[in-house]
Structures are given as C-alpha cells and as structure tokens.
C-alpha cells in the first residue's frame, strides 16, 4: 500500500459541477414564485366571483322584496289606519262644519229679509241694499220644495213676490228655478245665496216650514263647510232647531217667540243659544232674565228709531229691524257711550 493510500479522499468538484448546481437551485426558486403566482391568481378570481355572486344575490333579494313582500307591508299598512282621499276630506270638513258660529263678531243689527225699500224682499237687490247700509248681517226665510231644496221667501205662496199662484212646498226644484219676482231675479235658491255673498255676509236662516226634518238646511251647510261659522239658524219650530243642534252642536240656533207661556219654556232649554221675541213682549226684566239663563235676547221686527235706541240701551244682544239708519243709530250710541 501506498503512502498516498492512507489519507482520506476528498470530493473535489469542478467549475462546470458548482455552476450546475447554482442552476438546479435558482430553477427551483422559479418553479415555486410561479406557483405561488398561480395560486394567488386563483385567489382573486375565486374572491372577485365570490364577490359578484353576492352583488347578484342582494340584487335579487331587492327585487324579491319589491315585487312581493313590500306591497304586503304596504297593503297591511293601510288597511291598519291609513285613510282614503275622501276620508281625508269628509274628516276635513266635518272640522269646518263644527267651527263654532256662536262667537260670531257682529254688530247688533240683523237687516230683516234684507233692506227692502222699493225692491223685493229676500232678492239680491234687498241683501246688496243691506251691504252698502254697512250692515253684512242679513235675516232671510226660507221654505222648502217638494223635493226638499231650500228657498228664499217669507211667504209659502208666491203670488205677493211673483205674481204666480204656487206654493213652494209644492213645487219641485225644477219647476220652482222658472220662477221669476216681480224685480225681474229669479226665486233663489239658499245655497245660491250663500254662494253669492260667500264670507261677506253673516246669514240669520229662519226655517218657517214645521217639518222638523233638518235634513234640507243641513244639505246646504254641508255643502258649503267653509262658510258653516256664517251661518246662523231661527225658527218658531223648536223640535227642528234641537234636531240641527244635535247634528251641528257649534251652530247657532235661535227660538222665535211670540207669547208669554212658550218665552217660560224656552228658559229652561239649556240646548238653546238665543231667544228672540216679539217686542210686545219685552221689558228690563226680560233681558235680565234671558241674560241670567246664559243666552242672546234678540227682539223682532223694530222698525222705529226710537224703539231701536231703547232696546239697545236695555242691552237686548241685537235687533231685526228693516231699518237701513239702524247700523247708525248703533254706531252714534256706541260713539256717545266712548266719551
């Protein structure tokens, strides 16, 4: 054996070995980075699908609920407490109707049928003369149709105002709208009237039929609930004034009275807003006791100066006079009391 036999051998690589194994492992780092890209890619586009796949499930889900559940909800909603338009609007003008016409600001003169002088009573003509006598507070009568439509006359017969031998209680609407006054305007109808005169005017209705169905006058007010606080009612018929007065509690109602016994009734009538009475009836103790019972003394038909004067200094709450200088007569007191 040979000296050089006893040493260990060693391995010794050359250049060409060390270059190919730098290779082998820069290749392998290679093939990883590219895997690792690959994955990530995968990553993304399973992420971004994942993604859409949600946008698109949210998306039907909205839709689901629009065509289906909403108009549920909605539909229980309503039917739970919601109103229609026209609940809305009856709701609306069941409040105007109710506003009260109780507290009216007036003056206390109520121009009876209007002022007449050489016109027609109850015409347009007698209720424009009450306007420009500065007095916007008219008394008008009315009676009603065959067929239950309210106009405005004193009398029932229409021969005074007309010249035609008919009564209104008769006739149909449609027959009694042909009707022309001897002032050459038709026969109004109330709610013409109202129509009219709108807001201008404070209406004093006295019903002279004795039917003691409303039903015709609360046609008119509630046809006009916007002008219900202007409208005021009299009647020598007390069941009819109590049947408003249970329908509209807000209105004012006034008992017309012409003797002692039933003036002693109607004290105790605790539904009642004003008593007006004949002025044989009148006296200072009379206006106390009216008074002392909580309501209005309106005294009927004063057609003397004078007569005004000392109802007013009574303290009488008005007067029904056909008087067109009574807003004068008024207005002097009130100017002499203020010194």
């Not at 015409?123 to 405005?152: K, M, R, T, W």
């Amino acid at each position: 054996m040979s000296m050089a036999d006893n040493y260990p051998k060693t391995n010794s690589a050359g250049p060409n070995d060390r270059l190919s194994k730098s290779t082998s492992v820069t290749g392998s780092k290679a093939v990883k980075a590219k895997v690792r890209k690959k994955r990530l890619r995968r990553s993304l586009v399973r992420g971004i699908k994942k993604f859409f796949i949600a946008l698109i499930a949210i998306a039907c889900c909205l839709v689901f609920m629009h065509t289906l559940i909403v108009p549920s909800i909605v539909d229980t909603h309503l039917s739970s407490g919601e109103f229609s338009d026209e609940q809305m609007i009856a709701f609306a003008n069941e409040r105007l109707l109710n506003r009260s016409s109780k507290s009216l600001s007036r003056i206390p003169v109520f121009a009876h049928r209007g002022f007449v002088n050489d016109t027609v009573d109850n015409s347009y003509a007698s209720f424009d003369l009450a306007l420009l006598s500065g007095c916007p507070q008219i008394e008008l009568d009315v009676h009603a149709s065959s067929d239950g439509v309210l106009y405005v006359s004193h009398d029932n017969n229409l021969s005074r105002i007309s010249g035609s031998n008919w009564n209104i209680t008769d006739h149909t609407s449609a027959e009694l709208d042909g009707i022309l006054m001897k002032n050459g305007e038709k026969l109004h109808r109330l709610s013409e009237v109202i129509e009219r005169y709108r807001d201008q005017m404070i209406y004093l209705v006295e019903l002279k039929d004795d039917n003691p169905d409303p039903a015709p006058f609360l046609d008119v007010v509630r046809g006009h609930p916007k002008l219900a606080e202007n409208i005021q009612v009299q009647s020598f018929y007390p069941e009819v004034l109590e049947n408003i007065h249970t329908e509209l509690p807000n209105m004012f109602v006034q008992y017309l009275i012409n003797d002692r016994s039933t003036y002693n009734e109607a004290l105790k009538m605790e539904w009642l807003d004003s008593i007006a009475l004949d002025q044989k009836l009148v006296t200072q103790q009379v206006v106390d006791q009216v008074h002392q019972a909580s309501k209005e003394i309106w005294v009927w038909t004063v057609d003397s100066i004078d007569k005004v004067r000392e109802y007013l200094r009574m303290g009488v709450n008005g007067v029904i006079t056909d008087l067109d200088s009574a807003v004068i007569i008024f207005k002097e007191m009130s100017f002499e009391e203020d010194k």
